[in-house]
């Protein structure tokens, strides 16, 4: 794009900008800081963005389709993100902050056998799941739309996933050293087999919807752990 489109490029994010901030003064019926407004904007663009993601596909969302949907021009997600892409890192570094990182925390705990330490992790990870659904829902989205794509997003989306396999494996490598987890599978395997669970778990309680309970289905994992990996005791 030459000097000109560089121009236009600018006017556009200013006139959203300018735009973003009238419209949540509007809307909030009082003064706030320009900090404060374009904080709010900021958010609104990020929750339209993720619940277009997840609706219709990375592919399919547009910028102005994300900005319509907030009452803002396409200049307003120009200034705040630049690009689709880095929209989409933004919210997938939200998703990581807020479920990923707190959910693998219990997997980290120096007490506790393995077996605690793994139905910890997945009530965690299911809970947080319940609380933050469609951040959940736009990490296992996207993870599928972009498996065969190369890009700083399917990286992206390798290193959180792989922040969950590297703490599931060392504590299943331990807790079988231990005898405190069956070895009628391999350690990179039985992380697999719980990541697959939970992601299923979610993604057929996101498709049902009311004719599942989110919390039955917690318990129902928690079972299934208990009794396909933990052992009756370090003796058997």
Same mark, same amino acid.
Do not use: C
């Given at each position: 794009? +030459?000097?000109?489109?560089?121009?236009?490029w600018?006017?556009?994010?200013?006139?959203?900008?300018?735009?973003?901030?009238?419209?949540?003064?509007?809307?909030?019926?009082?003064?706030?800081?320009?900090? +404060?407004?374009?904080?709010?904007?900021y958010?609104?663009?990020?929750?339209?963005?993720?619940?277009?993601?997840?609706?219709?596909?990375?592919?399919?969302?547009?910028?102005?389709?994300?900005?319509s949907?907030?009452?803002?021009?396409?200049?307003?997600?120009?200034?705040?993100?630049?690009?689709?892409?880095?929209?989409?890192?933004?919210?997938?570094?939200?998703?990581?902050?807020?479920?990923?990182?707190?959910?693998?925390?219990?997997?980290?705990?120096?007490?506790?056998?393995?077996?605690?330490?793994?139905?910890?992790?997945?009530?965690?990870?299911?809970?947080?799941?319940?609380?933050?659904?469609?951040?959940?829902?736009?990490?296992?989205?996207?993870?599928?739309?972009?498996?065969?794509?190369?890009?700083?997003?399917?990286?992206?989306?390798?290193?959180?996933?792989?922040?969950?396999?590297?703490?599931?494996?060392?504590?299943?490598?331990?807790?079988?050293?231990? +005898?405190?987890?069956?070895?009628?599978?391999?350690?990179r395997?039985?992380?697999?087999?719980?990541v697959?669970?939970?992601? +299923?778990?979610?993604?057929?309680?996101?498709?049902?919807?009311?004719?599942l309970?989110?919390?039955?289905?917690?318990?129902?994992?928690?079972?299934?752990?208990?009794?396909?990996?933990?052992?009756?005791?370090?003796?058997?």
């Amino acid at each position: 794009m +030459g000097t000109g489109g560089n121009g236009n490029w600018e006017a556009m994010a200013e006139l959203g900008a300018r735009q973003a901030t009238r419209k949540v003064a509007q809307n909030t019926g009082r003064p706030r800081t320009k900090r +404060g407004q374009r904080e709010a904007t900021y958010e609104k663009l990020l929750n339209a963005a993720r619940s277009l993601f997840i609706a219709v596909g990375y592919r399919s969302t547009t910028l102005e389709g994300i900005s319509s949907k907030v009452g803002l021009t396409k200049g307003a997600v120009y200034f705040h993100f630049r690009s689709k892409e880095k929209l989409l890192l933004a919210l997938l570094d939200r998703a990581n902050a807020a479920v990923i990182v707190p959910s693998v925390e219990p997997l980290t705990s120096p007490h506790g056998t393995a077996g605690d330490k793994l139905v910890n992790f997945a009530h965690t990870h299911a809970e947080l799941g319940l609380s933050r659904r469609d951040d959940i829902m736009l990490l296992i989205s996207m993870s599928l739309e972009f498996a065969q794509r190369r890009g700083p997003v399917n990286d992206r989306i390798k290193q959180i996933y792989q922040i969950i396999y590297d703490r599931l494996e060392a504590v299943i490598e331990a807790g079988q050293q231990k +005898g405190e987890l069956r070895r009628s599978a391999s350690v990179r395997e039985m992380a697999a087999v719980l990541v697959a669970n939970h992601d +299923g778990a979610f993604l057929e309680w996101y498709r049902r919807g009311r004719r599942l309970d989110g919390d039955h289905l917690v318990r129902a994992l928690r079972v299934l752990l208990l009794e396909g990996y933990v052992v009756a005791s370090p003796e058997q």
